[in-house]
């Protein structure tokens, strides 16, 4: 059974920075690439970074180039996203997400909040 379970969300300041962990099992981690989303309230889902199974290339939203670091311990099955300089902007509900090939399709976590407020 495919399980995500993201972790580290709350409460920030502007300027500050979470890192969220996003805990897998159910599949072989090591093998599959890995992503972060966001959903803002009234906004759709999107992607903010991705990285490959190895852990060797990454893709990051413009949005927040240069704010994030997407790295996995495969050792330890999870997944984590380091964000600095948050601002306002990024409050949003933050999900890790995995494409499982062999049954054609997408699995989610329940999601973490993050709230960037003053």
């Known amino acids: 059974q495919v399980q995500l379970v993201e972790s580290g969300g709350g409460l920030v300041q502007p300027g500050g920075s979470l890192k969220l962990s996003c805990a897998a099992s159910?599949?072989?981690?090591?093998?599959?690439?890995m992503s972060w989303y966001r959903q803002a309230p009234g906004r759709e889902r999107e992607l903010v970074a991705s990285?490959?199974?190895?852990?060797?290339?990454?893709v990051y939203v413009d949005s927040m180039k240069g704010r994030l670091t997407i790295s996995r311990d495969n050792t330890k099955n999870t997944l984590y996203l380091q964000m600095n300089s948050l601002k306002p902007e990024d409050t949003a509900v933050f999900y890790c997400?995995?494409?499982?090939?062999?049954?054609?399709?997408?699995?989610w976590g329940q999601g973490t909040q993050v709230t960037v407020s003053a």
């Open positions: 990285i490959t199974g190895a852990g060797d290339s990454t």
């Open positions: 997400n995995v494409f499982l090939p062999f049954q054609g399709r997408y699995y």
């Open positions: 159910g599949f072989t981690f090591r093998s599959l690439a």
